[in-house]
């Protein structure tokens, strides 16, 4: 992943933008990991070293929230991001359906500014011989979330939250590439559940029984949910020979 070299000028015009932002300076901490503590709005905000990597690891009241480059090393401009960041004007991209051995993947673009998501369906065919051997499935995902830009009217002074799953390897290389303000978190919300949501109607039209579908898209039990649907494939080969990711499986 790259960060984003913004110009001088780039530079004080966000710094300006955001100026307004006051954070309160929380004292350190007795770890060599800790780099640095700051509040606002009694929200507690912890950056840490990770260790043998380029990154700072953000905990967001105790929880993982973030990883960022260490190359963005100034804190107060980063801080003054991050606050603006939690604004309406933000982009949640998430994916349903990686890691399930049958039908292709959704992805999901939210606008929060406009309370309105976009979803496309990464085909199935991107996920067998010989398409997935060649990774192709990343560039598509790169084009659908360009295409879903274009229907939400993104523009870059958006602030852009990306799951970090492989998936996104591409797009979130093409998204630092373009100038988009952007990190890589898995507290992803609203575009999480729609994803969720999506991708389950899609296994239900392939012929998934809904005693299996009938889960929480807020809070899969993935281990369970994966077990479930393959304990179902071996009893119906026929979905087997139509909807198998035949990429990493064996048939």
């Known amino acids: 992943m790259k960060q984003v070299e913004l110009n001088e000028e780039q530079t004080k015009e966000l710094i300006k933008k955001l100026e307004y932002l006051e ?30 990597s380029d ?5 967001y009241n105790s929880t993982p929230y973030f990883n960022y480059l260490k190359k963005y090393d100034d804190l107060e401009k980063f801080k003054r991001f991050l606050r603006h960041f939690e604004g309406r004007r933000v982009i949640e991209i998430d994916d349903a359906g990686i890691g399930c051995p049958l039908g292709g993947v959704i992805i999901c673009v939210y606008s929060r500014y406009k309370d309105l998501a976009s979803l496309k369906v990464i085909g199935l065919k991107y996920f067998q011989k010989p398409l997935y051997q060649t990774k192709q499935y990343l560039k598509e995902v790169t084009r659908r979330i360009f295409w879903t ?5 993104v523009k870059k002074d958006y602030f852009i939250r ?28 609203m575009a999480h559940v729609i994803a969720e949501t999506r ?3 899609y296994l239900r039209d392939i012929g998934i029984p809904d005693e299996i579908l009938d889960v929480n898209p807020r809070n899969i039990d993935y281990a369970a949910f ?12 026929e979905i087997k020979k139509f909807f198998f990711k035949t990429g990493w499986f064996k048939k």
Not at 38 to 49: H, L, P, R, S, T
Not at 55 to 59: A, E, L, N, P, S
Not at 166 to 186: E, M, P, S, Y
Not at 226 to 237: S, W
Request: overall charge negative; some cysteine.
């Open 226 to 237: 994966h077990k479930a649907i393959n304990d179902y494939i071996r009893e119906n080969t």
């Open 149 to 153: 830009f274009k229907e939400l009217e």
């Open 23 to 52: 954070w309160e300076k929380l004292p350190r901490e007795n770890s060599d990991k800790f780099v640095d503590a700051f509040a606002y709005d009694g929200n507690v905000f912890k950056i840490y070293e990770i260790p043998n």
């Open 55 to 59: 990154m700072f690891k953000v905990y």
């Open 199 to 201: 991708f389950l109607k």
């Open 162 to 189: 990306i799951c970090p799953g492989d998936i996104f390897v591409d797009a979130i290389d093409t998204l630092w590439r373009r100038g988009f303000n952007l990190i890589t978190t898995r507290r992803i919300e």
